[in-house]
């Protein structure tokens, strides 16, 4: 079986076409300019990487050109869009009434648009992708992948937000937690290298750009950093994550700002981009802060002492852990960071192998002989998850 997989943003549509049994992927990319003029970005393992300039007045022209790039005689990887046996797409924000992926059909598009209210930015743009490959592939199984999924096992308590209770019964605010299909790949692959017990405690820690950590016991979600929105929980690149809401009424009142400018300055221009002012890409922070720049150390400081706050914070509602698990791109590469955010944890049964942690990118276990606690590396898979899903619904 072969399967496309989109993750259509406003101005965006990244796909991969890739095989969801062994997980090989035929071909990726990206469209990028959707609705200003239009570039395709076009990769095959093994061959030099393709970007031509295509009017993409919309997503439908954007999935045109990926299926014609696809079916290309010099660029592509199959003779005929007949070898697509399904399309999954990642959907952001599945509210209350997604728990799992689904098979796209009218009353599927129905409860997505239903959650645009959750999530104004992306459900409208994943709608385009998803009515874009109904266009130009009408007889083709589409599955939906919800972000929010994985984590709707939360009991109440952990999703229950601390405001009148009407506006959960009313108007669904809770906390719903992101990074979803990740969780599960992750949190799944460590009960894989726990050797399958029977119970387990599991806390993972997806840190890239965006940043979230999920409790997980007995594979299921109890808990996760990540609210309503993705804005909440860690400090991220240039998102704030928690802060007291009376910072908003104060600085609105105090500048006049409108709710929009106040939002962009939260999810746009605060996290470590905001403390260093240097930038959110941690890697340029690490290089600033060895040139003895001290904002971007506090904002390392910062994330670092958030970060083991919520791992602390887990173990105490999960009542202990057996495995700590880094992914994403700051998890998978970041040494020093993985040192850092376990250093002190001693007392929990935590103790890092400093010479086994030298690793990059690839599965390891990194934690010291003596260590109660396992430390896993597990580079993140959502595209093979969304694969997975689409090719199971799509049977
Ligand atoms: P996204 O949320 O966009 O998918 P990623 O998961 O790719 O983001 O993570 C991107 C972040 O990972 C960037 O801040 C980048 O600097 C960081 N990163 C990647 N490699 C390293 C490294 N070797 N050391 C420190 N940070 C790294």
């Not at 998890?331 to 002190?344: A, C, P, T, Y």
């Amino acid at each position: 079986m072969k399967v496309l997989i989109i993750n259509a943003g406003s101005s965006s549509l990244k796909y991969q076409f890739m095989s969801p049994d062994t997980g090989d992927v035929y071909a990726k990319g990206l469209c990028e300019r959707i609705g200003i003029d239009g570039r395709l970005n076009h990769s095959v393992p093994g061959r030099d990487k393709v970007v031509q300039d295509i009017a993409m007045p919309s997503h439908s022209e954007a999935i045109q050109a990926v299926l014609s790039i696809l079916v290309d005689e010099t660029n592509g990887v199959i003779k005929s869009t007949d070898e697509i046996d399904a399309v999954g797409h990642r959907v952001l924000h599945g509210g209350m009434a997604f728990t799992e992926s689904c098979l796209i059909d009218d009353a599927c598009i129905a409860a997505i648009e239903k959650c645009i209210p959750l999530g104004p930015l992306h459900n409208p743009a994943n709608l385009m992708g998803i009515r874009a490959c109904q266009a130009v592939m009408p007889n083709k199984p589409q599955v939906a992948v919800f972000d929010t999924a994985f984590h709707m096992t939360m009991p109440a308590k952990a999703y229950t937000y601390a405001i009148p209770y009407e506006y959960y019964e009313n108007d669904d605010v809770r906390r719903y937690g992101f990074h979803g299909t990740s969780h599960r790949y992750v949190s799944a692959r460590a009960v894989d290298m726990l050797g399958n017990p029977e119970h387990s405690k599991v806390i993972c820690c997806h840190l890239g750009n965006g940043s979230s950590l999920s409790a997980c016991v007995d594979g299921k979600v109890v808990d996760t950093t990540m609210g309503l929105g993705p804005l909440a929980g860690v400090p991220m690149g240039t998102r704030s994550g928690d802060i007291d809401a009376t910072i908003i009424e104060y600085l609105m009142d105090r500048y006049g700002y409108d709710i929009k400018t106040m939002m962009n300055i939260l999810n746009k221009k605060s996290g470590v981009l905001g403390i260093s002012g240097v930038s959110s890409d941690f890697r340029d922070l690490d290089n600033a802060a060895a040139e003895g720049n001290e904002r971007a150390q506090l904002a390392l400081d910062k994330f670092v002492y958030e970060v083991k706050k919520d791992i602390g914070a887990y173990a105490a509602a999960m009542g202990g852990c057996d495995a700590i698990v880094f992914t994403a791109g700051v998890g998978e590469n970041s040494i020093d960071m993985r040192e850092k955010l376990v250093e002190g944890l001693e007392y929990m049964g935590v103790k890092i192998d400093p010479v086994k942690n030298k690793t990059r990118g690839v599965e390891a276990e990194v934690q010291a002989d003596d260590s109660r606690v396992k430390i896993f590396v597990i580079p993140t898979n959502e595209e093979l998850m969304i694969a997975k899903d689409t090719a199971a619904l799509a049977k």
